[in-house]
């Protein structure tokens, strides 16, 4: 029961921060659509360098952090006990969150200076990134079980090499009967014993 409670309040505190970033991002976003930050409102250009360098951020950081977490998930030892869970599901959590929201931020403030499109819609994918990264409690739960077709689980191997004992003692007693109902020796024909005509 108190590690149940372990899980839900480490959903609870990843659910707050989610929608906490995705909240104040839009709040940010909107002020910028309507002009409502006082600073570089007049639409300032910026340098094609800037630019180019902030949309291969962009391009580069959606995939990667959406890879790194997807990549650690299934690199984690399972299973393991639930605090390390948490502790290892907040982590890779916080820093997916906290990667894209970086971005989005760059990509608003960029947008509030330049007004150039460019980051207006790279901000409108990054929301709709953030829809692949809210908190689950099934993922966080997978950390704590054994994946699905890697070993056995504590029940099957009990059984495993008690069905293997069982069967070896049946060829046993097999071999034990042979021997008692055929008491001559059994006589093999290997080929070095065979006769060759002509010898």
Request: glycine share 4%.
């Amino acid at each position: 029961m108190k590690n149940t409670h372990v899980m839900e309040k480490t959903i609870k505190l990843l659910r707050g921060h989610y929608y906490g970033n995705i909240i104040l991002l839009a709040v940010i976003f909107l002020f910028s659509i309507f002009s409502m930050i006082p600073l570089f409102t007049d639409g300032q250009a910026i340098s094609a360098t800037l630019e180019r360098y902030a949309i291969m951020i962009t391009i580069i950081a959606i995939p990667a952090s959406l890879k790194f977490f997807v990549d650690r998930l299934k690199k984690s030892a399972c299973p393991v006990d639930i605090p390390t869970a948490s502790n290892k599901y907040k982590n890779i959590s916080f820093i997916r969150l906290y990667t894209i929201s970086t971005v989005a931020l760059m990509n608003i403030f960029l947008f509030n200076i330049s007004r150039n499109m460019n980051f207006f819609w790279f901000t409108v994918v990054l929301f709709i990134v953030f829809l692949f990264c809210k908190p689950s409690y099934a993922e966080l739960e997978g950390l704590t079980k054994l994946p699905e077709g890697q070993g056995l689980t504590e029940e099957e191997g009990l059984v495993v090499p008690k069905q293997k004992e069982r069967e070896s003692g049946e060829m046993e007693e097999q071999l034990l009967e042979e021997i008692q109902n055929n008491p001559e020796p059994i006589e093999y024909n290997y080929p070095e014993n065979e006769q060759v005509d002509g010898k």
